[in-house]
């Protein structure tokens, strides 16, 4: 990672931790401890084929997926606990407003991988603390 004389960040998954889970990985690339962004934290998510993660929501945050490549199923559901599940694919956003359940499983036969964005901050550092996962170190420091 090689901050720039203004303050600016370029971030390179490498240089970040691993976040490992049984259905895939997270790279926070933009998370106060790695660019001292305040308002939000950005990172790249990777589902495996057949895996995902389970119906969760992040209190007091908003969530926006951008899908990369691969092909999955996405579940919103409202604070009045109607549900939509959508097909998902390379180029389309996902707006998880604040408080909201969802889920996100990969259909493909290859990996989902989605940009993800927390406004504010916060559920990165929650997820490090979870039992079910395991932290690798950055690959370059």
Known sequence: M???????RFVQADD???MVFDWGTLHWLSEP??????RYSQGVVRLQ???????????????TLYVVSG?????????????EFREIG????VHIPIGWFH?????????LVIIATYAPHGPEAFL???????ILPAKRG
């Not at 084929?49 to 969530?63: A, I, L, Y």
């Not at 092909?71 to 549900?83: K, P, S, T, Y």
């Not at 490090?128 to 395991?134: E, F, G, N, S």
């Open 128 to 134: 490090r603390t979870l039992p079910d996962v395991k």
């Open 16 to 18: 970040v931790e691993t």
């Open 90 to 93: 390379a180029g389309d956003m």
């Open 33 to 38: 401890r790695v660019t001292d962004a305040q």
């Open 2 to 8: 090689a901050p720039h004389a203004d303050g600016a």
């Open 103 to 111: 889920e996100t499983i990969n259909l493909g036969a290859d990996e």
């Open 71 to 83: 092909h999955g199923r996405q579940l919103v559901e409202g604070a009045d606990g109607n549900q």
């Open 49 to 63: 084929p057949g895996k995902g993660h389970t119906r969760h929501n992040h209190p007091g945050v908003e969530e």
